[in-house]
């Protein structure tokens, strides 16, 4: 069972979101069966996109596959190779960065992703399973190794997997990810012009 990380705050937010983190270690034995990878991109599939486009595509790898497996290890930069090679699952998101509504560029597909993506990690979070979503790879090999189509451009890459059930990780885990810290939201939520903050910080907001 996955547990909060997160440092406690005043003001209550959905248990669900507190308890998603990105871990650097997965059990590298425990795979995520076919029913819930299935439940993991239908979630995705669900997002709220601009017009409807639904920009998104994603180019999964299970470890089951090794060569498939291994093609997503192969674009990614040195430092994430280990760790990712642990996970069950991994995946290269891919944006369509034409509108097929106005054949325009669409500004809105990264942003369209974005939310199919966190579909996807909310989903993965109830039923824990860890996602770690990574730029730490190679774009321009990726385009050529999984021969994307013009306009279409890789974005990220996700380390899906359970956590490893040891007593060693779980007091990494603790000492690592126990004050994950957010910006108080002075600093970005705003009224009228930028900077003017739009909520008065009481107490409640300093955590």
């Not at 590298?28 to 669900?46: G, H, S, T, Y």
Request: aromatic content about 12%; hydrophobic content about 40%.
């Amino acid at each position: 069972m996955l547990e909060s990380t997160i440092n406690e705050q005043k003001t209550e937010i959905l248990p669900l979101i507190k308890k998603r983190w990105s871990p650097r270690e997965f059990d590298p034995v425990k795979n995520i069966c076919q029913e819930d990878l299935n439940l993991l991109f239908e979630a995705a599939r669900w997002a709220p996109s601009s017009y409807n486009e639904q920009p998104w595509s994603f180019i999964v790898a299970t470890k089951e596959n090794s060569d498939e497996f291994e093609k997503i290890i192969s674009i990614l930069m040195t430092g994430n190779k280990a760790w990712a090679s642990q996970a069950s699952v991994l995946v290269l998101t891919v944006a369509s960065l034409r509108s097929s509504h106005s054949g325009s560029e669409n500004f809105h597909a990264l942003y369209d992703l974005g939310a199919s993506v966190a579909n996807l990690t909310t989903e993965a979070t109830e039923l824990n399973i860890c996602v770690h979503q990574m730029g730490g790879f190679h774009h321009d090999s990726a385009k050529v190794v999984f021969k994307l189509p013009e306009m279409y451009s890789p974005v990220s890459v996700l380390a899906i997997g359970y956590l490893p059930e040891n007593a060693d990780f779980e007091a990494r885990a603790r000492e690592l990810f126990t004050k994950r810290k957010r910006k108080p939201l002075d600093e970005f939520v705003f009224r009228n012009a930028w900077g003017n903050p739009f909520f008065e910080m009481n107490d409640f907001q300093k955590n």
